[in-house]
């Protein structure tokens, strides 16, 4: 009951006594952050909360999520494909692609300064409200491969615009590109510019 109102339910004395089917969605998933909660969690790992959510009650979660964050001062471990959302809940960003973790810096280094081309895709698809209207969003060339057919080399090789002979015979290692950023890619290895290999 002290969860459901640290979530923000009203009336948790009655929410409690309701089936699932009885709530909206954005109730739902407040019962779920607050059935997390109330283990007293060191880490909050939230998957994919806003999914299925409409805009306004997206924005009520992060609003929320962010709030305990600070309240109970927990980390976070935000999972989604909303770079939206990530922009504004998270510190730091690991991007990730068929498993593995191909950039890894602070969210406003990585927002201002992408470096690899799955991220750079990524944050072009983010819708903007100065686009003429009739216009397409950007998309990432090609499809996820098969996991039983994963490329040799660079991962992101079969849908990547600057694809070269080795990057789909060889794994790029993870690099220090800039101090605190992180990328898996040959462009900057072969820039001179790449540090020691690192394990994140």
């Not at 309701?18 to 909206?24: A, D, G, H, W």
């Not at 964050?69 to 935000?78: A, D, H, P, R």
């Not at 002979?165 to 790449?194: N, T």
Request: hydrophobic share 40%; with cysteine; charged share 20%.
């Amino acid at each position: 009951m002290e969860m459901l109102k640290l979530t923000g339910i009203p009336n948790p004395e009655n929410c409690i006594k309701k089936y699932p089917y009885e709530l909206s969605g954005g109730m739902q998933q407040r019962v779920m952050i607050a059935m997390a909660l109330a283990c007293e969690p060191r880490v909050l790992i939230a998957d994919e909360p806003t999914t299925a959510l409409d805009v306004t009650i997206q924005e009520q979660i992060l609003h929320l999520i962010h709030g305990l964050n600070e309240k109970l001062g927990m980390s976070v471990l935000f999972i989604t494909h909303d770079m939206g959302a990530v922009s504004q809940l998270c510190h730091s960003i690991k991007v990730m692609y068929l498993g593995q973790v191909v950039e890894s810096a602070e969210t406003e280094k990585l927002f201002a300064g992408p470096l690899h081309p799955y991220t750079k895709g990524l944050l072009a698809c983010i819708p903007h409200l100065n686009v003429e209207r009739g216009r397409s969003l950007p998309v990432i060339d090609g499809t996820v491969p098969s996991l039983s057919k994963i490329p040799e080399g660079c991962h992101f090789c079969t849908r990547c615009k600057s694809v070269g002979e080795r990057c789909e015979k060889m794994q790029p290692p993870l690099i220090e590109a800039a101090p605190g950023h992180f990328v898996k890619c040959w462009k900057y290895v072969d820039s001179g510019r790449q540090g020691e290999e690192v394990r994140l």
